[in-house]
C-alpha cells in the first residue's frame, strides 16, 4: 500500500509541472475520417512520372463528423502497400484560413488503435505473469514517461543545459522506478544506490568518448531539423551526451537490480559465505549476465538504426573507413560501446554493495534440529 501511495504522490506532482507550449499562429484542427473511394492517376512533371491520388472521405470525429470531403494527394510513392485504400482510416488535418475557407489534408493513417491493441497485450501480460509486482513496475513506467514529457524535454525546450537536465531527470527516473517496481526494501536501495554510482561513471565515459570522437550531436536528420527550426538555440552534443545517459539508464535498472537480487539470494542460502566468497559467487552470474545484455545492447542498437546502415551500405564510392568516419554512424558506435562500458562497470559496482551491505552476520549458520533430549 505504501508504494501505491508514494507513487500517486509522484504522479500528482509530475502532473502539476507546467508544459511550456508555443503559441499557435494558424487555427488547425485533427479529425478522423474513412476513405470511401479512392481512385489514382499518373501524371509527369519535368520528365517524372508521380501518382496523384484522389480520395473520398468521411469524417468520423470532430465538429464534421458525418460530412465527407475531398481531398487530393500529389506525388504519392507508386507502391501499392503506400496507397490509401478504401476503408482506411486516416488522420485528417483541417485548416481555417483567414478569411473563413477551409482547406483539409490527408495527414497519415490513424494507427492508434492498433497501439492500443499492442498496450493492451503488454499491461494484460505485465499483470498476469508479474500479479502486484506486475502493477507497480506499470506505475514506474508511467511515472518514467511523465517524468520524460513534463520535466526533462521542457526544460531543455526552455534553454536549459540538456546534459544536466538528463542527469537530474535520470535520478529521479532511477529513484522513482525502482522503489515503485521493486519496493521500499534494502536489495531495492542497494541497487539504486549502485545504478546512481555507475551512471556518474557512464557520464564520465561518455563526455570522454563524445569528446574523442569529435563529435557535435549532427549525425542525425532529426537534430538537423531541430537546427535549422526554433530549437536552433539547443546545445545538440548536450542533447546527444543526454540520451546516451537515459539511454545507459534503463539498461543499468536491469543490471543491478539482478546483481542485487543474486548476491542476496546466494548469501540467504548459505549464510556462512564471507563477503569475499560472495562477491566471486556474484561475479559469477554477473559475467553470463554480461555475455546476453552486451549482445542484447548492440543488436538493440543496430535494430534502430537498420535504415541508417542500409543506406550507407549503397555508398560504394566511398571507402568503408570513410563510411564509419561519418558522425551519423560514429554516433551510434560511441553510444553502443558507452552503454557496453556501462554494462560492464555496473556488475562489479553492483555485485560489491551487495556483498558489502546485504551480506548476513559472517560465521552464522542455520539452526538445525537434529534428533535429541532438550534441557
Not at 484522389?54 to 458525418?66: E, M, N, V, Y
Not at 497501439?115 to 502493477?135: E, K, N, S, Y
Not at 514529457?149 to 536549459?160: D, V
Not at 521493486?182 to 544506490?193: D, E, K, P, W
Amino acid at each position: 500500500m505504501r508504494r501505491f501511495i508514494v507513487g500517486s504522490v509522484l504522479l500528482g506532482t509530475v502532473l502539476l509541472i507546467p508544459l511550456s507550449v508555443g503559441a499557435q499562429t494558424t487555427k488547425e484542427e485533427f479529425q478522423t475520417g474513412q476513405v470511401i473511394d479512392a481512385t489514382q492517376t499518373q501524371q509527369e512533371a519535368d520528365g517524372e512520372t508521380s501518382i496523384v491520388q484522389k480520395l473520398t472521405i468521411r469524417l468520423t470525429s470532430g465538429p464534421d463528423a458525418g460530412k465527407s470531403i475531398s481531398v487530393e494527394n500529389d506525388a504519392i510513392s507508386d507502391r501499392e502497400d503506400l496507397l490509401y485504400k478504401k476503408g482506411e482510416m486516416l488522420v485528417v488535418d483541417t485548416l481555417t484560413r483567414a478569411d473563413g475557407s477551409v482547406e483539409y489534408m490527408a495527414k497519415e493513417r490513424y494507427r492508434l488503435p492498433g497501439m492500443g491493441w499492442a498496450l493492451l497485450l503488454f499491461l494484460g501480460l505485465t499483470v498476469v505473469l508479474g500479479g502486484l509486482r506486475g502493477i507497480s513496475s506499470i506505475l514506474g513506467l508511467v511515472v518514467s514517461i511523465l517524468l520524460l514529457a513534463k520535466l526533462i524535454i521542457p526544460l531543455i525546450i526552455a534553454g536549459y543545459s540538456p546534459l544536466l537536465v538528463s542527469i537530474v531527470g535520470s535520478c529521479l527516473i532511477a529513484t522513482s522506478s525502482l522503489y515503485l517496481a521493486h519496493g521500499f526494501n534494502r536489495r531495492t536501495s542497494v541497487a539504486l544506490l549502485s545504478t546512481l554510482l555507475t551512471l556518474v561513471l557512464a557520464i564520465v565515459v561518455a563526455l570522454l568518448f563524445v569528446s574523442l570522437g569529435r563529435l557535435f550531436g549532427m549525425g542525425s536528420e532529426q537534430t538537423l531539423y531541430l537546427q535549422l527550426g526554433q530549437f536552433s538555440h539547443l546545445n545538440f552534443r548536450g542533447l546527444l551526451l543526454g540520451g546516451i545517459i537515459i539511454g545507459c539508464l534503463g539498461v543499468l535498472d536491469d543490471v543491478t537490480t539482478a546483481q542485487t537480487a543474486s548476491v542476496d539470494e546466494i548469501s540467504k542460502a548459505n549464510p556462512t559465505l564471507t563477503r569475499h566468497a560472495l562477491f566471486r559467487s556474484g561475479m559469477s552470474v554477473g559475467r553470463e549476465h554480461i555475455a546476453s545484455l552486451i549482445n542484447t545492447l548492440a543488436l538493440a542498437y543496430v535494430g534502430a538504426s537498420l535504415p541508417l546502415l542500409l543506406l550507407f551500405s549503397t555508398d560504394t564510392d566511398s571507402p568503408l573507413w570513410v563510411i564509419l568516419n561519418g558522425e551519423a554512424i560514429a554516433e551510434e558506435v560511441i553510444r553502443t560501446l558507452v552503454g557496453s562500458a556501462t554494462l560492464l562497470l555496473a556488475v562489479p559496482i553492483s555485485t560489491w554493495f551487495a556483498a558489502l551491505l546485504l551480506k548476513t552476520k559472517e560465521g552464522t549458520r542455520p539452526v538445525v534440529a537434529v534428533g535429541g533430549h532438550h534441557h
